[in-house]
């Protein structure tokens, strides 16, 4: 049941002493007027100062509150009430004509006339009051400090929310989606390659144990730089072409049915090939047990076995042109050492015999010593001649046919020695004298011996070289043949997805943490 508002008749008394003097009235009715009207407005601080200097009464300012209810004002007090009507164009306080006969003066009518008709007249009316809008009693301080820590925590709470959603929704664009888009193009779009895998060695050759390096003949060691080469070959351009003029590799990779990114462009340039070559063909050496593991992929399970044939086949002839390599490069000076070797060898032997040859005779020094032999001889005879003929002479009737027979003898024995002598001398002095040609033999045949001596050097040289290139031949044993694959190995789905995950994770926490660094550095 609502009960009626009573409704108090007006008294003009009551109203002069309200309202106060003309003047006062006339500055009221021009401070509503420039409420009124919907030019620059004054400050809010302002419009309160002037509205509380007016003298309002409590009535009057309940009505202007209810009336701003009426309206749907938020106000936050009655002189804000007064000030948010005003600023909407209504006079919470409508006067009665009595007051155009208090106003005494013609000058103040006309400004009144003006007013009043941008005055509308409201009555009091019964309204809903709330609650929230009215004017409570005063707080206490503590009561009022818990108020304020409440709305901070509230506030603190809000922020935080804010915070918390504005982290999701930046994991969410960073992170999530791209992890989201990776993930979709691995599971629905990405082309399936089929892995061949493969393995081979590269062995030496079995040497004797007293060789040098007879040690590490036939283990790993032995073919290191062989099988870094091999290695560094596949992995190069140089078997790209190979295979792009044996197969045809990157027109493999042109196809349609092949997804955009692992697609080759029908122009492709040959470094755009090799990017694809290099990600498809995986090739990794172990030194600790010397295999080479090569892992081919392609679109097709028996191309990528093709490709792996290929490029053993093309790393076996890589092995056995550096083998025949270095046997060229051992085995050469090995070579042209023998052979100037039997070039001075022979031109000794023809010294010797030109030499030969011209003394006529085979061995000087046989000439010489039989020549001293028969001058000794001969001496020796002449000699016991000599002792014949004094022993005959010793006689004191020596037989005088005898000492003449024993002297003639003499006499021949000593022309016989002077012939020999003068042979001998002829011989022994003279440029073309046996004894200086037996020099020259004596020198060439030492010279023919050194020949001989560097000869069997040099052929031991060679043999010894021709031993060290036939140990160090290299051969190329497969000991996993390539099989082709029945399942797709790529794309690794969900690996990838993973990582992928990691990766933006990363790099959005190496973004933040370098943010957070670089505003706490510029606040700081």
């Keep these: 049941m609502t009960t009626k508002p009573k409704v108090k008749k007006y008294d003009p008394n009551h109203a002069s002493q309200a309202e106060g003097t003309v003047e006062a009235r006339a500055e009221a009715i021009s401070r509503i007027r420039k409420a009124t009207q919907p030019a620059e407005e004054a400050p809010a601080g302002t419009e309160l100062d002037a509205i509380k200097k007016e003298g309002l009464t409590g009535r009057q300012l309940r009505i202007a509150r209810r009336m701003a209810q009426k309206h749907g004002l938020a106000a936050t007090s009655d002189y804000d009430a007064v000030r948010l009507l005003r600023k909407k164009g209504i006079d919470p306080f409508p006067r009665s004509n009595l007051l155009d006969f208090a106003a005494g003066s013609s000058d103040n009518a006309d400004a009144e006339d003006q007013a009043k008709d941008k005055i509308t007249i409201q009555l009091p009316q019964t309204v809903k009051e709330k609650q929230q809008t009215l004017p409570g009693p005063e707080w206490s301080p503590a009561q009022r400090r818990e108020f304020e820590i409440g709305q901070i925590q509230k506030d603190i709470a809000r922020r935080r929310r804010r915070k918390l959603f504005g982290l999701f929704a930046r994991l969410f664009a960073f992170v999530l989606l791209p992890t989201i888009i990776v993930g979709y193009y691995f599971y629905r779009i990405a082309t399936p390659m089929y892995a061949s895998e493969s393995a081979f060695s590269i062995l030496q050759a079995d040497g004797g144990a007293g060789e040098i390096g007879g040690l590490l003949a036939g283990t790993q060691y032995a073919t290191t730089q062989d099988s870094v080469a091999t290695q560094e070959f596949l992995e190069s351009k140089d078997a790209l072409n190979r295979l792009e003029r044996d197969t045809g590799f990157a027109e493999i990779f042109k196809q349609d049915w092949i997804d955009p990114i692992q697609r080759l462009p029908q122009d492709a ?210 000991s996993v043949n390539p099989v082709a694959s029945q399942e797709p190995t790529y794309p690794r789905k969900f690996e990838n997805t993973i990582l992928a995950f990691l990766l933006f994770a990363g790099i959005y926490l190496m973004i933040s943490l370098t943010t957070s660094v670089l505003r706490e550095q510029v606040s700081s």
């Design 269 to 478: 340039t040959l470094e755009e090939a090799f990017k694809l070559y290099k990600r498809m063909v995986t090739i990794g050496y172990d030194p600790s047990d010397g295999i080479i593991r090569m892992e081919v992929a392609a679109p097709d399970p028996d191309t990528a076995v093709d490709l792996s044939n290929l490029l053993i086949s093309y790393a076996e002839e890589k092995i056995n042109g550096l083998t025949e390599l270095k046997r060229e490069d051992q085995m050469r000076d090995a070579l042209q050492s023998f052979e100037d070797a039997q070039e001075e060898r022979r031109k000794a032997q023809e010294a010797l015999i030109e030499l030969q040859l011209q003394g006529a005779v085979l061995d000087p020094e046989n000439v010489i010593a039989g020549l001293r032999a028969r001058i000794n001889e001969i001496e020796i005879q002449l000699q016991d001649k000599e002792l014949e003929l004094a022993a005959l002479l010793d006689n004191l009737r020596p037989n005088k046919a005898k000492v003449d027979g024993v002297q003639a003898d003499i006499n021949r024995l000593e022309a016989v020695l002077e012939e020999l002598n003068a042979e001998m001398l002829d011989a022994s002095a003279g440029e073309n004298s046996l004894a200086r040609l037996s020099v020259r033999i004596q020198m060439a045949q030492a010279d023919l011996a050194a020949r001989d001596m560097m000869l069997q050097s040099a052929m031991q040289q060679m043999e010894t070289a021709r031993t060290e290139a036939n140990r160090k031949v290299r051969y190329l044993t497969v």
